[in-house]
């Protein structure tokens, strides 16, 4: 893996051995966007799907209704096929806040604020959000009142461009030249990192239970929006599949296996690539 991103950076950038060193500590979080070498790091050590381990599927938000526990970091559940009791009991997406300290949800808050045109600063979500950061604390990734006020200009932005030019994939912005909201993410090395490593599939994310259902694992913003302005569907990467899900998954890669599964089932958006 460290010899392909030297050859990435070696030919990105002028001064090469400077910018590997500062790119070097992000790829533990954001490993190459290349299957193979995600399946190479620690293949002996779990189990794989056999579908694309960034596999993007089309759901309604409507079928999002849940979350995933967050028992990883977001790119080792990639492909990885986990078992237990994970998907049991998962909080409803609309009710969580999403953020350590805020108990008001985080949807209903941007609802109040896009639907019936509740000023930010009168959200339950932001009114904690405030209050947590006047008490010292980094919430929301905000540390004072002028970043609290950034991230909701932020989030307005992010709402009209959905609702004026269409719901994009992250490539797809990348490939139109769209840039992105947030000031840090404009430099050379980040834009590097999001060509080059699996930013460039950070797309709202969802692990999937024994029955199939989708949970919620990132991309609260872009979901919530996606529901708010009612869009029939949105791209979603697969991370994790329950066994017993995969299981599934395997008995219909066997010849004459879908026969007993029901058809209902086998419309499910993560079969249709084996069916």
């Known amino acids: 893996m460290v010899q392909y991103m ?13 910018a590997f060193e500062t790119i070097s500590p992000y790829l533990k979080y954001y490993p190459p966007s290349d299957p193979y070498f995600v399946r190479a790091i620690d293949s002996h050590l779990h189990e794989y799907t056999d579908a694309d381990i960034f596999k993007t599927i089309h759901v309604s938000p409507d079928d999002i209704e849940y979350c995933s526990p967050r028992f990883a970091n977001q790119w080792e ?8 009791e994970w998907d049991l009991d998962p909080v409803p997406f609309e009710e969580e806040s999403f953020t350590d300290g805020v108990n ?5 808050s941007l609802e109040a604020h896009f639907q019936d045109e509740v000023p930010w600063r009168d959200t339950l979500f932001v009114q904690q959000v405030l209050k947590r950061v006047e008490q010292g604390h980094k919430v ?4 004072t009142r002028a970043d609290v006020k950034k991230k909701c200009d932020r989030v307005d932005r992010l709402y009209e461009r959905i609702a004026e030019n269409g719901y994009r994939t992250h490539e797809e912005r990348l490939d139109a030249g769209i840039n992105d909201l947030k000031p840090s993410r404009k430099t050379r090395m980040f834009q ?5 490593t699996v930013l ?9 239970a024994r029955n199939g259902t989708p949970l919620r694992f ?7 929006i996606a529901k708010i302005q009612e869009l029939d569907s949105i791209p979603v990467v697969v991370l994790a599949r329950h066994k017993s899900w995969q299981d599934i998954r395997n008995r219909i890669n066997k010849e004459d296996g879908a026969a007993d599964i029901s058809s209902e089932l086998l419309d499910h958006p993560d079969l249709q690539d084996i069916i």
């Open 6 to 18: 030297h050859q990435h950076v070696f030919q990105a950038f002028r001064n090469p051995i400077s």
């Open 77 to 84: 559940l990639a492909g990885k096929v986990v078992g237990g």
């Open 104 to 108: 008001a949800s985080f949807y209903r």
């Open 140 to 143: 929301w990734t905000c540390s």
């Open 192 to 196: 590097w990192l999001k060509r080059n």
């Open 200 to 208: 460039k599939k950070d797309e709202v994310t969802v692990n999937i």
């Open 218 to 224: 990132s991309g609260k913003h872009r979901l919530s």
